[in-house]
């Protein structure tokens, strides 16, 4: 192991995005390093949990609770995923970009960090580790989500583009998608000007403007392309199971022999409720045992069971998946991560966010089908039936899960913060000595 290290970790609680970064800071806390986490004061419990110090954002956006009205992006509110990602673009990322540089630099010199690891999706968190000129990772935690040559633009969840027509999709809709992410930068730049560093072209820059950027996915599942920039690398799904789970014991005697469907829709408010209830419906006319996680943000009145569903508020879909035969989600990345990974075949409901171009990964690699978020109970009824009957998709998805767990085209991201780490301890060691009156260049000793 190297010497121990403190890392800074400036995250916000958005649901998926919050268990593999734990998991990243359990690994980190595992081998003798300090981590603080800035974060939403939602997560306090689960950093300490963790082993984690805590700083709540004060000035930057964060949600007080986990009950739907302290919802920062209210993104369900918004049908169109290009209005959607406007709006986040505009309201999260660039108006508070001032806010988000200021309370990262507090943070970083209040915890003495030798490193920063940020959300991509915060990319002016990284203007504070450029001005302490400290090494700065930032990291995706799910698919890549940059409009990249060669990749379908993040939104409308289409496949990878097939002849001429497909390529001028694909162009069209980067350029919007240029348009819309230029809306944060003037509020980017002023946040880099009042701290001392030059604009910028783009807000691409600043979002990559990092010593590694790490993708926290596969990229046998992604799409991928020679265009994304030379510093990411794929650092495979972290997939610890979020702390609020409760233990999992079955409500089916052992043999019971028919076939187990989960559900799991999202852990945050996507107004998920109507959904749920159809797919209770549709499981309850099937020959089989249904089990539907609710997540935080439903109450069990609002969704109820029958006779072959049980309804419950959570339970590891790890160790779910393991016995599953069909996975019903809304595709969001740790979730899909966990079904193909036990290789289970999908239906994939996507309703908005990531989960659309999820969903697109699961059905173009064959380890899946998709149905509108709107279809009726006979319709979900109908796919479930489907991939429980067609080998092809469980198949399918045992050869996409097998390449997930192979790691293949990943790096350890552990090992790559600890060097970068280490890169910047080593170079103000070698200032020191610089420094040091009573050592002279060649007059070093060694052990």
């Given at each position: 192991m190297t010497d121990p290290r403190t890392f800074l970790f400036a995250m916000w609680d958005g649901g998926g995005n919050v268990p593999p970064v734990l998991g990243l800071v359990r690994r980190l806390v595992a081998r003798g390093h300090r981590v603080h986490i800035l974060g939403d004061p939602t997560l306090a419990d689960e950093a300490h949990t963790a082993g984690a110090g805590f700083t709540p954002w004060t000035s930057a956006p964060h949600r007080k609770s986990r009950r739907r009205e302290d919802d920062v992006v209210k993104d369900y509110e918004i049908g169109n995923p290009m209005r959607m990602i406007r709006m986040f673009v505009e309201s999260f990322i660039g108006k508070p970009a001032s806010q988000w540089a200021g309370d990262t630099l507090a943070a970083l010199e209040a915890s003495g960090a030798d490193m920063l690891v940020a959300d991509m999706s915060l990319p002016a968190t990284l203007i504070a580790g450029e001005k302490l000129g400290i090494p700065t990772a930032a990291y995706c935690p799910n698919i890549w989500m940059l409009p990249t040559s060669g990749i379908p633009p993040l939104g409308p969840g289409f496949a990878p583009a097939r002849g001429p027509l497909g390529r001028a999709r694909d162009w069209l809709l980067r350029a919007v998608s240029?348009?819309?992410?230029?809306?944060?930068?003037?509020?980017?730049?002023?946040?880099?000007?009042?701290?001392?560093?030059?604009?910028?072209?783009?807000?691409?820059?600043?979002?990559?403007?990092a010593d590694e950027v790490y993708v926290l996915t596969s990229p046998r599942f992604d799409f991928t392309s020679p265009a994304m920039p030379h510093n990411v690398r794929y650092g495979g799904p972290i997939l610890d199971d979020p702390e609020w789970c409760a233990p999992?014991?079955?409500?089916?005697?052992?043999?019971?022999?028919?076939?187990?469907?989960?559900?799991?829709?999202?852990?945050?408010?996507?107004?998920?409720?109507?959904?749920?209830?159809?797919?209770?419906?549709?499981?309850?006319?099937?020959?089989?045992?249904?089990?539907?996680?609710?997540?935080?943000?439903?109450?069990?009145?609002?969704?109820?069971?029958?006779?072959?569903?049980?309804?419950?508020?959570?339970?590891?879909?790890?160790?779910?998946?393991?016995?599953?035969?069909?996975?019903?989600?809304?595709?969001?990345?740790?979730?899909?991560?966990r079904g193909l990974v036990e290789g289970v075949p999908l239906v994939c409901c996507p309703m908005g966010r990531d989960q659309n171009?999820?969903?697109?990964?699961?059905?173009?690699?064959?380890?899946?089908?998709?149905?509108?978020?709107?279809a009726s109970a006979a319709k979900?009824?109908?796919?479930?039936?489907?991939?429980?009957?067609?080998?092809?998709?469980?198949?399918s998805a045992r050869r996409l899960g097998d390449a997930i767990r192979s790691r293949e085209g990943c790096v350890d991201v552990v090992d790559s913060l600890e060097r970068l780490a280490s890169a910047r301890r080593v170079r103000l060691d070698a200032r020191k000595s610089e420094m040091s009156p009573g050592l002279a260049p060649g007059n070093a000793t060694r052990d």
């Open positions: 240029h348009r819309v992410f230029a809306r944060a930068m003037p509020y980017v730049n002023a946040a880099r000007v009042g701290h001392g560093l030059s604009p910028l072209a783009n807000i691409y820059a600043q979002m990559v403007k999992w014991r079955s409500p089916w005697d052992a043999s019971d022999r028919r076939p187990l469907v989960l559900v799991g829709l999202s852990s945050t408010y996507q107004n998920q409720a109507p959904l749920l209830r159809r797919i209770v419906e549709a499981l309850a006319d099937l020959p089989i045992r249904g089990l539907v996680t609710l997540g935080e943000t439903i109450s069990a009145d609002e969704v109820l069971g029958t006779d072959n569903v049980v309804v419950v508020p959570s339970a590891p879909h790890t160790v779910v998946l393991g016995e599953a035969a069909a996975l019903v989600t809304h595709c969001g990345h740790g979730t899909t991560m171009d999820t969903a697109a990964r699961v059905v173009h690699h064959g380890a899946g089908v998709r149905v509108s978020p709107k979900i009824r109908q796919a479930v039936e489907l991939v429980l009957r067609d080998p092809s998709y469980r198949q």
